[in-house]
């Protein structure tokens, strides 16, 4: 027999509050769960016509939402009205909460929805905060900004879902008790981000960029970027750290040089021809302590070139994460994990006699 509708025109039992920067999908999980329901038995509760699925799009390279729910103004009144929350308090704390694009009054007034990938970049965050926050285990899909990644009280580096062959890479977060420098790094990176507000996320942009650049061309006497991707991985499948956390790697000297921009903005667009040397290079090998920097070979013929723009979270202008758009069929987290011989784990199979009992 179907299960009966249950019966939501009273307020909720047990109120859940939204987490700073979570995903809207996320939030009604929660809300869900707390009731001992599914998220459509949520919906129907509600009489919220169950969401339409839009085809999956071409997703910008790196973590995303697998799905995220949108629901139009009058869906939105109704879940405010069952939580107790006031709609401009959920629109505050879920970016994606007024997504949803109502077309025409028949449509805003029709409790629905949809369902689709969303453009900005989620991620789990720390664990052990939700726990704290939610007094449960279960990851909270986040659209966390750049600067809020590292949690310094627990010292992680949130990593955002990878997948390889269609299959999640098992591995989230990144420990950081062992490489202080990150964090450190991390309250530098907030500092610059409330002095120079969009001026330092363009920096940090264009830093992140020209950092990847060199830890994918560093010589071999670059030692201390293959040291830190040993000591986040204690020691182990250091090749494949070194590609899941990239950014966390070389984080300290990009938030170096990003002070180092942010305060000399007309180095940032200077042009020489390759191989021709140039002033900054000096400044830019002393300043995170590297001879082989000097060598112009290393840096690209325009350093406006490493500036990209990306969506911003609404209402967070200074979010971030300086990832870009691919060309059709080109995957680079799964080829260098495939490079690197990443096996993801065999799929549970089920023998003979584990199924005749």
């Known amino acids: 027999m179907p299960r009966a509708l249950p019966d939501l025109s009273h307020q909720a039992l047990f109120p859940i509050r939204p987490l700073a920067f979570e995903t809207n999908a996320s939030f009604l999980e929660r809300l869900a769960r707390a009731h001992r329901l599914t998220t459509t038995e949520l919906l129907d509760g509600l009489r919220i016509r169950r969401p339409k699925i839009s085809p999956d799009r071409q997703r910008i390279h ?31 704390a879920l970016p994606c909460w007024q997504g949803h694009q109502d077309r025409g009054p028949a449509t805003a007034t029709r409790p629905g929805g949809t369902m689709r990938p969303s453009d900005l970049p989620a991620v789990t965050g720390c664990p052990h905060c939700t726990i704290a926050r939610t007094g449960q285990t279960r990851p909270v899909l986040r659209y966390l900004p750049h600067q809020h990644l590292v949690c310094g009280r627990h010292r992680t580096w949130a990593l955002g879902p990878h997948t390889l062959q269609d299959m999640t890479v098992p591995h989230t977060h990144v420990l950081l008790h062992k490489t202080p ?140 994460r300086h990832h870009t758009k691919p060309t059709p069929g080109h995957r680079p987290d799964t080829i260098e994990l495939t490079q690197l011989g990443y096996q993801p784990p065999p799929p549970q199979t089920t023998s003979r006699r584990q199924r005749a009992r």
């Open 62 to 92: 790196g973590p995303h939402a697998p799905t995220e729910l949108y629901l139009n103004a009058s869906a939105r009144t109704r879940v405010s009205q069952y939580t107790g929350i006031p709609e401009a308090h959920l629109a505050h």
């Open 181 to 320: 420098e990150i964090v450190l790094a991390h309250h530098a990176h907030l500092r610059l981000v409330r002095r120079w507000g969009p001026d330092a996320d363009e920096a940090i942009t264009q830093a992140a960029g020209l950092t990847e650049h060199w830890r994918r061309h560093a010589p071999k006497a670059e030692r201390i970027w293959p040291a830190r991707a040993r000591l986040i991985g204690n020691g182990k499948d250091t090749s494949m750290w070194e590609v899941l956390a990239r950014e966390a790697i070389t984080y300290p000297e990009t938030i170096t040089l990003a002070g180092l921009l942010v305060r000399r903005p007309s180095a940032r667009y200077h042009r020489t021809r390759p191989g021709q040397p140039h002033p900054f290079h000096e400044v830019v090998a002393r300043s995170l302590n590297r001879r082989w920097l000097q060598d112009p070979t290393y840096y690209p013929e325009d350093l406006s070139h490493f500036i990209r723009h990306t969506p911003r979270h609404p209402d967070h202008p200074t979010a971030y």
